[in-house]
């Protein structure tokens, strides 16, 4: 397994999503990097602050899981 890689904030080029059952505030964001075929996640409380990277495939095998779980 790939561990995240944390990047400091150069982001505001890439769109954010939010998921639409996210109502009070204690949710991530998640951004698609193409440059370095990342998922970007963030604190949507603290949109400033770290933003972890993980590798597309190993993202998508995450997202995957929690959809089985």
């Known amino acids: 397994m ?3 890689r944390s990047a ?3 982001d505001q080029q890439f769109r954010w999503i939010i998921s639409s059952s996210c109502n ?3 949710c ?3 951004a698609m990097n193409p440059e370095d075929d990342t998922v970007m996640v963030r604190d949507t ?3 400033d602050g770290p933003i972890l990277r993980f590798k597309a495939d190993v993202w998508s095998d995450f ?3 929690l959809k089985r779980a």
Do not use: L, Y
Request: proline content about 6%; glycine content about 6%; charged content about 30%.
């Open 45 to 47: 409380k603290q949109s």
């Open 28 to 30: 991530v964001a998640a």
């Open 63 to 65: 997202v995957e899981k």
């Open 24 to 26: 009070n505030g204690s």
């Open 8 to 10: 400091r904030r150069s």
């Open 2 to 4: 790939t561990s995240p």
